[in-house]
């Protein structure tokens, strides 16, 4: 089992920026992928970033350029930096980790909005 909690969430004005944790505890092994994903109102979860143990990494379209996924395996711990923040990035962020197991955290807010 994994558990993956998530921290750092809030609300920022538009152009501002975020730092997403998320910390890994329980049965995390190599090799394996840590990622984010998102999901706004009415809409399906999407991934945001991955990275794999081996630094692979993998971002959506539409983060490009203003999201940077970065990790501390040492420490178990996966972050997000949320750089130019819009209104479209307003959602339910999830940390999640693929290994031999897949888990989920709970999911922290982000809300873009003067």
């Known amino acids: 089992q994994v558990r993956l909690v998530e921290s750092g969430g809030g609300l920022v004005q538009p152009g501002g920026s975020l730092r997403l944790s998320c910390a890994a505890s329980?049965?995390?092994?190599?090799?394996?992928?840590m990622g984010w994903y998102r999901q706004a109102p009415g809409k399906q979860r999407d991934l945001v970033a991955a990275q794999t143990s081996s630094g692979t990494t993998t971002y959506a379209d539409s983060v490009k350029g203003r999201f940077t996924i970065s990790r501390a395996d040492a420490k178990n711990m996966v972050y997000l930096q949320m750089n130019s923040l819009g209104p479209e990035d307003t959602a339910v962020y999830y940390c999640?980790?693929?290994?031999?197991?897949?888990?989920w955290g709970q999911g922290t807010q982000v809300t873009v909005s003067s």
């Open positions: 999640n980790y693929k290994g031999q197991i897949t888990g």
């Open positions: 329980g049965s995390i092994f190599r090799p394996n992928i």
